[in-house]
C-alpha cells in the first residue's frame, strides 16, 4: 500500500513569505502529526490532527498552523518566514493504536533565503 | 515534561559484528512507549522497533533487540550481524500513552549516527 506521500520534497522561500505544506497520510489512517527536523535543536513536535481536530500542540509560534481535511490529507502553513525555520518537516500518521507507532513521510526540506 | 537522552553522537562498527546504541529518558508517567527509529540518508524516518512500558520482555524484530530497564529508564538497541545498509541516524523515542487509545506526540532524542564499515 501506499506511503505517507508529502509534497512538493524541496521548497525555496524568501524571508516574510509564506509556504504550505501538504502530507497525505496511508490509506485508514486518521491521526496525522508534523515534525520539525533541525541540526540544531533535533526533531521537534508541531501538532497532530485526527478527524480534523487538532488534539495536540508543540511549543512553536503562531505562526505555524495547520489543518486537516474530511479525507485525512493535512497541510501545515508558516507564515512570516523567518530564516530559522529552515528545517526538514516530517509528517507522520498512524492509526488508533499508540503501540504501532508513526509511519513517516520522507519530508519537505525548506529553505528559507 | 519527558526527555530522551543518547549519549552517543556517532559510532562505527565493522560489518558483520554487533553494537549497542545508548538511550535513557526521564518520565514521572507509568505508562508509555518507546521506539527506535531509522533515518538513512534518504530522510524518511523508518520504525525499527517497539516496547511497551508495561511488557518486562524485551523486543525483539530479527538481527534488532533492546534491553528494556525501567527502573534505571534505560533503553538500548543492539544491532547484531551489522549490515552496510544498517548504516544511519538511530534515534530513541518516547511517547506516554494517552487515554482512549489516541496517539500521543514522540519525544526525541538528539540522535546517533552509525556507520557500518565494511
Known amino acids: 500500500k501506499a506511503g505517507v506521500t508529502q509534497t512538493p520534497r524541496y521548497l525555496i522561500k524568501t524571508r516574510g513569505q509564506q509556504v504550505t505544506l501538504s502530507c497525505s497520510p496511508i490509506?485508514?489512517?486518521?491521526?496525522v502529526s508534523w515534525y520539525q527536523q533541525t541540526p540544531g535543536q533535533g526533531l521537534q513536535f508541531l501538532f497532530e490532527y485526527f478527524s480534523e481536530t487538532q488534539r495536540n500542540k508543540g511549543n512553536f509560534p503562531g505562526r505555524f498552523s495547520g489543518r486537516q481535511f474530511s479525507n485525512s490529507r493535512s497541510e501545515m502553513n508558516v507564515s512570516t518566514l523567518e530564516l530559522g525555520d529552515s528545517a526538514l518537516y516530517l509528517c507522520?500518521?498512524?492509526?488508533?493504536?499508540?503501540?504501532?507507532?508513526?509511519?513517516f513521510g520522507s519530508g519537505t526540506r525548506l529553505t528559507v533565503v | 515534561a519527558q526527555t530522551v537522552t543518547q549519549s552517543q553522537p556517532e559510532m562505527s562498527v565493522q560489518e558483520a559484528e554487533t553494537v549497542t546504541l545508548s538511550c535513557t529518558y526521564d518520565?514521572?508517567?507509568?505508562?508509555?512507549?518507546l521506539f527506535w527509529y531509522k533515518q538513512p540518508p534518504s530522510r524518511q524516518m523508518i520504525l525499527v522497533i517497539r516496547q511497551e512500558a508495561y511488557k518486562q520482555q524485551n523486543a525483539t524484530e530479527n538481527r534488532f533487540s533492546v534491553n528494556f530497564q525501567k527502573a534505571a529508564k534505560s533503553f538500548s538497541l543492539k544491532i547484531s550481524d551489522s549490515q552496510l545498509g544498517d548504516t544511519a541516524m538511530y534515534f530513541c523515542?518516547?511517547?506516554?500513552?494517552?487515554?482512549?487509545?489516541?496517539?500521543?506526540?514522540?519525544?526525541f532524542g538528539k540522535g546517533t549516527k552509525l556507520s557500518v564499515k565494511p
Open positions: 518520565t514521572s508517567e507509568n505508562n508509555y512507549y
Open positions: 507522520a500518521s498512524s492509526r488508533r493504536d499508540p503501540q504501532v507507532g508513526h509511519t
Open positions: 523515542a518516547f511517547m506516554k500513552h494517552e487515554d482512549g487509545g489516541s496517539q500521543g506526540n514522540l519525544i
Open positions: 490509506s485508514g489512517h486518521r491521526s
